[in-house]
């Protein structure tokens, strides 16, 4: 099975975004993550090293925002590794950066929680070493 297969959609982080807040405050506050936040153990870091304060626009919040399931996958760089959003951080308003993809599944076909064991298994990445092209 093929993993665009099982997912509901795939999609690249944010690349559209505020460091800081406007003068009429239009925007939404939220945190971005980075490659760092992301550890080998299928979990997201989240803390003041690793988080970033942004502002985007409010029409991009419901698209971007993370939300409980999402797999978060870093796509970029030499070490390729997957986490998960826990319902705790759902709540944060958290976003992946450019360099990562959001990954929805299909609750119906895989568990989230399997999906992000795999990509970070020895087996999961030497499959995505070999479909890597640079």
């Avoid at 993993?3 to 239009?26: D, P, R, Y």
């Avoid at 409980?68 to 590794?81: A, E, H, W």
């Amino acid at each position: 099975m093929k993993l665009n297969e099982i997912c509901s959609s795939i999609t690249v982080g944010v690349n559209k975004f505020n460091e800081a807040q406007e003068e009429n405050g239009a925007l939404v506050k939220m945190l971005l993550l980075t490659g760092q936040s992301l550890n080998d153990k299928g979990f997201i870091d989240v803390n003041a090293d690793t988080t970033k304060t942004v502002f985007i626009e409010p029409e991009l919040v419901e698209k971007k925002k993370l939300k409980s399931g999402d797999v978060v996958f870093l796509s970029k760089g030499t070490n390729l590794r997957a986490s998960i959003v826990t319902e705790e951080q759902e709540k944060l308003n958290l976003l992946a950066p450019a360099t990562c993809l959001v990954i929805k599944v299909n609750l119906n076909l895989v568990v989230p929680e399997f999906l992000t064991v795999f990509l970070n298994s020895d087996y999961g990445q030497a499959v995505l070493t070999n479909l890597n092209k640079g």
